[in-house]
Structure formats: structure tokens, C-alpha cells
């Protein structure tokens, strides 16, 4: 059981990262930012990922295979607001891109963040690779891998079930497919069968779990056995959670509030007030304080340069050699 | 001396001794076949994978982001093309993280006809590859430098595409590979799995060298005055021979293998070309964006006053695929004939 301390910072954590995607979109709509897709509704699970994540460089730590909706993630393990919106601004201070990408499109080398991408799920492919050097290696590090439930459709989440479960040669994968049952515009209903997501896992022989992802305290137990099984069992475990998308799938549908779907923020609220961890109050003072943040790091980029236009051939290959046709 | 297949065997065994190679894996890759060429025979970090290409080049980029040095094949290139979409990231992985993740990798396959490999054991690559940025791409004309290019393209910081011209595979060299025994009986001996039961079977590996081969360097097979011929692969030995046929015709060519199709070696390229006036790129490839028309759109542009014919390409039949039949393989892809006609009327042409 999570203390008051430990709940008070998780819930500080995804206001936190609430308030930062809420200033992304408004960056996008008021011209400061071309395109915006983030994890307005997965809070309650991805912080409480972030802060069991072993977070480190290299094969003992855990390797890092994200899409574009982890903004809690990266925040609960260290990542700056300053940082986020200066991918969004596409500066050339953003350390994860340096302007060339997407927000949220996060690579940390010190944290094993690999490159988050648009092309969803081809993560389920490359993550089969740091966990066959994780296997191999014997260490506490695992491979931790998500997607959304839209994108298991493609090849490379079979891939992924298939090369992690083969007898004698399993890898320490966590498998996650958050589940918010949508696809852009597409409802789970049309191009699923009924059996759901972990079903799929069941076949080749994997754990699974189900886990409801609005809640940041059955998120972090759950979380909390299925990383300890991938760890000490050295094999998969996938783990489905069920969670909102409170501004539809991007910029793109428009990134408006949705309703009629639960709010983790909101239902957290409801249970620390219940249990007097926190009051009405302390939730305004919380997000006032992150509002203050975001607003002045948005100042800040604003001032900053945009990218070199020389700069398009650094990192074609590795120093650069090669790179320009003369 | 070795055959291309054995040079390439010998290169991974090199690699995994000396270059931290701990994967070498694909379809029939690990024991008891070592590769349907015997490319991978006798290795002993050599793995099967399951039959799914999308999911080898996956665990090829996420070893290669792990820090290790993967060499991974998709058995032939016909199989490649469902794994697009993943090159293209493990190609654009360093440069869309602006320099934070290296991948490290190689993939090889084998490429191009003269195997009667019909429609699906046939295609040519070199195209379609040099279209997806990030990657180095070699093809080796010769078991030399089969070894060299592989040490090179494991050593090197960048995911290489090592494409492998399956008819050369079973062609013997005529130069040694350093530690290579003088008799190739012996390197047979040693390094050649028995037919049959092969389940205690161990190589015995010679002591190998590095013989330093940069990538991004043609070699000129044979200088001359007259032409130059631009090639690689498989159709290199074609345009050497065609060379020496037209030699007694007093056309003198000047043979360049690329060797390293991207980055190519353009000095080389243009030096040849200005000293000649004219030249031929031949390869296999379908002639409709074919890559041999970006080096000739290059040497148009840059050596166009030195030129004394149409820069010309030889090049593959633009049609879905080679038919398994010998004239009609034969009518989709260059032959020495074709070659020589070729180089007659470009080095004619007043």
C-alpha cells in the first residue's frame, strides 16, 4: 500500500503532466507548435511506470520502448517541462530531437529511451532486440515496450508475442498495450474481435494482466507484480490497461475535451479526499504552481533559436562523414 | 582461395572473435544448415530466427541500440521488401534523435539472377536501397572483398546493407585472404561441413588479419584509356571480361568497381570519366530508377565537357521479374554480349 506521501507525489506528478499537455495544446491552436499528440488520460498509469522504471544507461537498466502518449512517464523520471515545450516548439534546445520531431516523440540515451516514432508499433519490433541482449546480459534490466490498442492490428505485435515467448529462449519483456479503444476515428468494436488484447498473449503461452488504468494506486500494484515477474523470470508478461483519451488522438481530430469518458485526475481527487490525504485546496494550489511553470518555460522558448538549416546533414551518419553529396 | 561464400563465413568468424559480433541470425542462419549458401556454416554465434523478416530487422536495430554489433540476413532480398518501413527507422534513428542513438548493424542479403531463381529468388535491391537514407551499402564483386567489406561494415558506427550477388557465392578468388591457407583444399577441410551428420562437427578457423578495406572506396579493376565502365557484383566479372574481349578490338576500358554503392567514391567516378569521355554504368537492376542513373546524372552534371558520348546504362529489362526460363532470364538482365554490344557502340559513337 502506497503511503499519503507516495500517492500525494504521484497525483502532483500527473497534474503536473496535465497541465503541461493542456499548454501544448494551447500552443498548437495559438500557432506556437504544428502538430499535437500526447496522453491526456493515461496519467494515472504512466506515472506510477515512471516511477518503477529501473532508470539508467545501458543493458542493467531497464530499455525504454515508448509511443507518443508517455509524457507522465517522462516527467515522473525527470524529464523538464522546459524540454517538452521546446519540442513542441521546435527549437534547436529540443534534447530530443533538436526541433526535427514531433512533441512527445522523446530519446534520452542516459534514461534507455529509445526514439519514440509516428509509425505506431514498430516498437513491438525493435524492443525483441534489447531483450534478447537483456537476456543474454542476466542483469536486473528489463525491456518495457507500449503501444495502443489501434496499432496490436500490425504485424510486428505478433512479432513481438512470438519472439519473446519461444521456449528456452524467452526474453524479460513487459509488454504494454493501453487500451483507450479508438483508432483516430475508428471504434475497437469494428476492427477487433471481441476477445480482447491479452487474449492474444494467452496463445503463445504469456502472463497477462488487465488492469484498469485510471487508477494510479491498482496501476502501480499491478505494475509492480508484472515487473517483478519479468525481472526475476527472465519472460514476457503483457499487461492491457484500460485508459481515456480526453483529447481525442491528436491535433489533428482537433484536441478538444471528449466527454463521457472518466478522468483519472478527477477520480484520484475524489479518493484522496475521501481518505483526508488531500483537500480541494491543495489540487488548486498544485495546479497553479505547474500552470506558473509552463507558462514561464513557454517564455523562455519562445525567445529561443530555431534550428541551423546547415544542420540538416549532421547525423545522416555518424559524425557527419559521408553524410553531404558534393 | 576461398570462395565468396567461405570469405564471408571466415569475415563473421573474425567478427565474432574480434569485433564483439554475438548475433548472427536470420532464417537457417544458425546450425545444422548455417545459411542456404553456407554463408553463416560453423559459427558459433550463429542463430535461428523464426520466419519473419520484420521481426529480425526489429531485433537487428533494438541489438544494435543495446550496444552490440548484430550481422542479421533476410535470406534472400525478394523477402526484404516487407521490412521496409523498419530500414528506413533503423536509417533515420540517428538523425531523428539528432545524434543520440547510433545503430550499429548489418544486414545481408543476397541479390540479383544467374541462379535460375526464377521471380522470387532474383530481385536486385541496390535501387530501392540507396532511396532509404542512414545506410552504408556494400556489394562485394569478389571473395577479397567479400572478408574486407563485411570487417568494414562491422566495425562501422552506422547500420551497412551488405548485398551479396548470390551467383558470385561458390566463385573462387584469386587473391588471399589474410591467414588463408595457400591450398583451398585445406581451407575446405577446415572450415566446409561434412555432408550428413554434422551434430559433432567443429570448423577449425585459420588465423585471420584485417585487411583495413574502407568503405566508400571503388578499386580500378583494370585501367584504360577509351571507356569507363562502371559496375559492381555480379556484373563485374561480366564487364572484366567484356573488357578483355573488346581490349582485342583495341577498345581499351577503364573497369571501376564501386564496391561501396552508397557513400560512392565519386572521385574516382569522375577522374575515370574525365580522362575517358565516356562511360557505361552496368548493372542488374530494372532500368526505371535504376541507381546507376544517379551516377550518370552526377557525371552529366559534373564532367558534361568532357564527354564525348551519351553517358549510358546498362541495366536490368524494366519488367515485375525474372522469368525462370533461360531465354527469358537471359532477355532481363545484361550478358556479356549485351555488355560488349554495349561498349562497342558507346566507344564508336564519334
Known sequence: ????????????????????????????????????????????????????????????????????????????????????????????????????????HFAVKEWNV????????????????????????????????????????????????????????????????TNNRWGISTPQNEVHPKSGIAARAKG????????NGNNPLTSYEALQKAMHYVRKERKPFLMEVFVSRLYGHSSASGANWVGGEADCIREFE??????????????????????EEAKKALIEVLEEPKPDPASIFNHVFVDRKDAELV | MATMAQAIRLALHYGEENL?????????????????????????????????????????????????????????SDYIFNTIDLLKMCGNTLWCSNGIWQVPMVVMTPV?????????????FESIMTHIQGWKIVMPSCAYDAYGLMLSAIQDPNPVMYLIPKALLRSQGEEKIPGEPENPKELSKMIDAPLGDRSQWKPKWPDLGDPKMPLGKAKIRLEGEHISVISYGRMLPLCMEAARQLADEGVDCEVIDLRTLFPYDQKTIFDSVKKTGRVVVVNEDTEVTNYGEHI??????????????PPTLLAGANVPGIGLSEPLEQASVPQLSSIINTLRKVAETA
Not at chain 1, 11 to 29: G, P, S
Not at chain 1, 115 to 132: D, H, K
Not at chain 1, 152 to 177: D, M, Y
Not at chain 2, 112 to 124: F, M, N, Q
Open chain 1, 1 to 104: 500500500m502506497l503511503s499519503s506521501k507516495e500517492q500525494k507525489k504521484i497525483y502532483e506528478l500527473m497534474v503536473k503532466t496535465r497541465v503541461l499537455e493542456e499548454r501544448l495544446i494551447k500552443m498548437n491552436k495559438s500557432g506556437q507548435g504544428f502538430f499535437w499528440i500526447g496522453g491526456p488520460g493515461e496519467e494515472a498509469f504512466n506515472v506510477p511506470l515512471g516511477l518503477l522504471i529501473n532508470k539508467g544507461e545501458g543493458l542493467n537498466h531497464d530499455f525504454l520502448h515508448f509511443h507518443y502518449r508517455q509524457s507522465a512517464t517522462l516527467l515522473t523520471m525527470g524529464a523538464k517541462m522546459i524540454d517538452v515545450i521546446r519540442q513542441m516548439h521546435n527549437v534547436a534546445a529540443d534534447p530530443y530531437s533538436g526541433g526535427r520531431n514531433f512533441v512527445n
Open chain 1, 114 to 177: 529509445v526514439n519514440v516514432t509516428s509509425p505506431i508499433e514498430v516498437q513491438y519490433a525493435f524492443c525483441i532486440g534489447t531483450g534478447v541482449a537483456q537476456a543474454r546480459n542476466k542483469a536486473k534490466g528489463i525491456t518495457i515496450v507500449t503501444g495502443g490498442d489501434a496499432g496490436t492490428a500490425e504485424g510486428e505485435f505478433q512479432s513481438c508475442l512470438l519472439w519473446s515467448s519461444r521456449k528456452n529462449r524467452e526474453l524479460p519483456i513487459l509488454i504494454i498495450v
Open chain 1, 204 to 211: 503463445f503461452g504469456i502472463k497477462t494482466a488487465a488492469v
Open chain 1, 270 to 291: 475524489k479518493q484522496l479526499k475521501k481518505k483526508k490525504i488531500m483537500k480541494d485546496s491543495d489540487f488548486q494550489k498544485i495546479r497553479q504552481k505547474y500552470e
Open chain 2, 20 to 76: 564483439g559480433v554475438k548475433d548472427i541470425f536470420g532464417e537457417d542462419v544458425g546450425p545444422p544448415l548455417g545459411g542456404v549458401f553456407t554463408c553463416t556454416q560453423g559459427l558459433k554465434n550463429a542463430w535461428n530466427s523464426p520466419l519473419d523478416e520484420r521481426g529480425i530487422i526489429g531485433c537487428a536495430m533494438g541489438l544494435a541500440i543495446a550496444g552490440q554489433r548484430p550481422v542479421a540476413e533476410i535470406q534472400f
Open chain 2, 112 to 124: 540479383g539472377a544467374g541462379i535460375h531463381g526464377s521471380i522470387y529468388h532474383s530481385h536486385s
Open chain 2, 296 to 309: 550518370l546524372r552526377r557525371i552529366t552534371e559534373d564532367c558534361f565537357y568532357y564527354l564525348e558520348a
